[in-house]
C-alpha cells in the first residue's frame, strides 16, 4: 500500500528537516510543519514498480502541503543569517538529489513573515517562518514480501491510463514483423536504410549508415526510420504510452520517433555516442529543433552493446523519456505534430538492433 497520509507527512518533514544545516547549538534547531492541500496517487493508480527485496508490490502517493520551516537565532541580529542559510539548504539543493528524494517541485512563497519573538511562544530570542509550497512524492518500502503481478511488462511507463487506454501493438520479434512496418529514410546522403529481421535473435536490425546533422544535441538530425503502420498501430497516434528494447553495438545515434508525418515532420528522441548525449527534438517544415523546454542532456548517450529498456510517454506536448525504469529525460515543445505513427530511428548507425516493441493508445 502506498501508507497513510501521516505517515507520508511525517516523511516530508523528516526530508525537510534533513536538509537543512544543523545549528551548533541544539536550541536553535528548526521546527518544521507540514499542512497537506492535495493527495493524489502516484504512478498506474498508485502502483509503481516491484521491489526485488522483499519481492512485493510498491506503491506511492503525491502530497502538496505548504511547509513552514521555524528557524530560531541568538539574536534578531543573527536571524538573517540563519535565514539565507536555511533558504539555502532548501532551494539551492541539488535538483537530481531532491528528485531522488521524493521533491518533485520546492518553491519559496513570496510573501516574507515578519520576526517572532517571545510573545509568539518561541524560546529563543529571535525568531521566523520561511513558508514553502511543496510536491512530495512519498514512495515507502515494502516490510515483506506479497503478492506482485508478475505480468508487468518491463519498462512500465506511468501514464494516465483511462477507461479508452488500449494496448494497440505488442512484439516481441519471436516472428518475421516486418509486414507491420514501413522503412522512411530522410532525402541525405549515404546508403537507404537497411533493416531487416533476425529470427535467432528475435530482433530486428538497421545496418546502413545513412544519417545526416550536427554531432551535437540540436535536433538537426536525420536518418533512417521504421515506421509502424497505421494498420497494425489502429491508425495515426496523439497520446500514448510506448516501451522498446535498443542496443547499439557500435557508434552513432538510436532512438525512436513519433507523431510522424513525413520526415520533414516528427517528434523524436535520440541517444548518441560518441557524443555523450541525450535529446528530445521534433521536426517541422523540414528544419529540427530542440525542445523549447527541457529534453537535452550532455552527460550520457548510452553504453555500446547493452540492451535498453526504452519508456516513451506521449501527452499533449509533453514528453518523458525512461530508460531501464529511470526518468531521464522530460520536456516540452508547443510546436508537436498533434498525431502521427511511431517507430525506430537511426543516424549514422550501423550497428543498432531493436528487441521488441509496444504501443499502448491513451
Given at each position: ?18 536538509l537543512l544545516?544543523?545549528p ?5 534547531t528548526?521546527?518544521?510543519?507540514v ?9 498506474l ?8 527485496a522483499p ?14 520551516v521555524?528557524i530560531?537565532?541568538?539574536n534578531p ?6 535565514e ?8 539551492g539543493?541539488?535538483p ?8 518533485l ?35 515507502p518500502?515494502?516490510d515483506t514480501?506479497?503478492g506482485?503481478?508478475?505480468?508487468v ?20 520479434f ?9 522503412v522512411v ?18 530482433e ?5 549508415g545513412?544519417g ?7 535536433g538537426s ?6 515506421l ?10 496523439a497520446?500514448?504510452a510506448?516501451?522498446?528494447e ?6 552513432g ?10 520526415a520533414?515532420?516528427?517528434g ?9 548525449w ?9 528544419t529540427?529543433?530542440?525542445f ?10 548510452y553504453?555500446?552493446?547493452t540492451?535498453?529498456r ?10 518523458t523519456?525512461?530508460?531501464d ?6 520536456g ?8 502521427g ?6 543516424c549514422?548507425n ?9 504501443v499502448t493508445?491513451?
Amino acid at each position: 500500500m502506498s501508507g497513510s497520509v501521516a505517515a507520508a507527512v511525517s516523511a516530508l518533514a523528516a526530508q525537510i528537516g534533513a536538509l537543512l544545516t544543523p545549528p551548533q547549538d541544539p536550541a536553535f534547531t528548526p521546527e518544521v510543519h507540514v499542512t497537506p492541500t492535495r493527495l493524489r496517487a502516484a504512478g498506474l493508480g498508485g502502483f509503481v514498480g516491484i521491489d526485488a527485496a522483499p519481492r512485493a508490490e510498491r506503491f506511492a502517493r503525491q502530497i502538496e502541503a505548504q511547509v513552514v520551516v521555524r528557524i530560531f537565532a541568538a539574536n534578531p541580529a543573527a536571524l538573517l543569517a540563519v535565514e539565507q542559510r536555511a533558504a539555502t539548504d532548501i532551494i539551492g539543493a541539488d535538483p537530481i538529489s531532491l528528485r531522488s528524494q521524493g521533491f518533485l517541485r520546492v518553491e519559496r512563497t513570496a510573501s516574507i513573515e515578519p520576526p517572532l519573538a517571545a510573545a509568539d511562544g518561541i524560546v529563543p530570542a529571535a525568531g521566523r517562518d520561511l513558508r514553502f509550497a511543496v510536491l512530495y512524492e512519498h514512495r515507502p518500502a515494502p516490510d515483506t514480501g506479497d503478492g506482485v503481478i508478475e505480468d508487468v511488462a518491463q519498462g512500465l511507463v506511468p501514464a494516465p491510463l483511462g477507461p479508452s487506454a488500449r494496448r494497440v501493438y505488442s512484439n516481441a520479434f519471436a516472428r518475421d514483423p516486418m509486414a507491420d512496418f514501413a522503412v522512411v529514410d530522410a532525402a541525405v546522403g549515404g546508403p537507404a536504410g537497411a533493416w531487416s529481421w533476425h529470427a535467432a535473435s528475435r530482433e530486428i536490425r538497421q545496418s546502413s549508415g545513412r544519417g545526416a546533422g550536427a554531432a551535437t544535441p540540436d535536433g538537426s538530425q536525420q536518418g533512417t526510420y521504421l515506421l509502424l503502420s497505421d494498420a497494425a498501430a489502429g491508425g495515426p497516434l496523439a497520446d500514448f504510452a510506448a516501451q522498446a528494447e535498443i542496443r547499439s553495438d557500435g557508434d552513432g545515434a538510436i532512438g525512436l520517433v513519433y507523431r510522424f508525418g513525413g520526415a520533414g515532420s516528427f517528434g523524436s528522441i535520440l541517444l548518441d555516442r560518441p557524443g555523450s548525449w541525450r535529446l528530445l527534438a521534433r521536426r517541422s517544415g523540414g528544419t529540427g529543433q530542440a525542445f523549447a523546454e527541457g529534453g537535452v542532456t550532455t552527460t550520457a548517450g548510452y553504453t555500446p552493446a547493452t540492451w535498453m529498456r526504452i519508456g516513451l510517454l506521449v501527452v499533449g506536448r509533453a514528453v518523458t523519456l525512461r530508460i531501464d525504469d529511470r526518468i531521464v529525460l522530460s520536456g516540452r515543445d508547443d510546436g508537436l505534430p498533434s498525431a502521427g505513427g511511431v517507430g525506430f530511428f537511426c543516424c549514422r548507425n550501423a550497428q543498432a538492433r531493436f528487441g521488441r516493441l509496444s504501443v499502448t493508445r491513451l
